[in-house]
C-alpha cells in the first residue's frame, strides 16, 4: 500500500524558512520521480517541484525557483524540500506526491507564512 507521511510544516514569518520531510513506502521510491504540490487556501492544487530518481534532475515552478530546493534520501525513502525567503503567498497545505497532480499525496503538512 502506497503511503507518503510528510512533515515539517508551521508558522513561520515572511522571509523565514522551512524544512519539509517525507517519508515513503509501499512502493519503488528509489525508481520513482517524486513531486512536492501545494493547496493554497481556496485554490487548486499546484506543482511545485519535482525529482528525479537519482536526483540528478531537479525542476521548480517559476513560483519557487531559486528560493526552494527539494532533494532526496533513497535510502531512507524520504524527500525534503528546504523552502527559502518565504511569503504570504506561499501558505498552503503541501504535499509529496507520485506525479504532478497529486497521486498518492498523504494528509500534508500546512505551511502558514504570517507576521
Known amino acids: 500500500q502506497v503511503q507518503l507521511v510528510e512533515s515539517g510544516g508551521g508558522l513561520v514569518q515572511p522571509g523565514g524558512s522551512l524544512r519539509l520531510s517525507c517519508i515513503a513506502s509501499g512502493f519503488t521510491f528509489g525508481s520513482s520521480y517524486m513531486y512536492w504540490v501545494r493547496q493554497p487556501p481556496g485554490k487548486e492544487l499546484e506543482w511545485v517541484s519535482y525529482i528525479s530518481p537519482d536526483g540528478r534532475e531537479t525542476t521548480y515552478s517559476d513560483s519557487t525557483k531559486g528560493r526552494f530546493a527539494i532533494s532526496r534520501d533513497n535510502e531512507e525513502k524520504t524527500l525534503h524540500l528546504l523552502m527559502n525567503r518565504l511569503t504570504a503567498e506561499d501558505t498552503a497545505v503541501y504535499y509529496c506526491?507520485?506525479?504532478?497532480?497529486?497521486?498518492?499525496r498523504g494528509r500534508g503538512t500546512q505551511v502558514t507564512v504570517s507576521t
Open positions: 506526491a507520485r506525479n504532478h497532480e497529486g497521486l498518492g
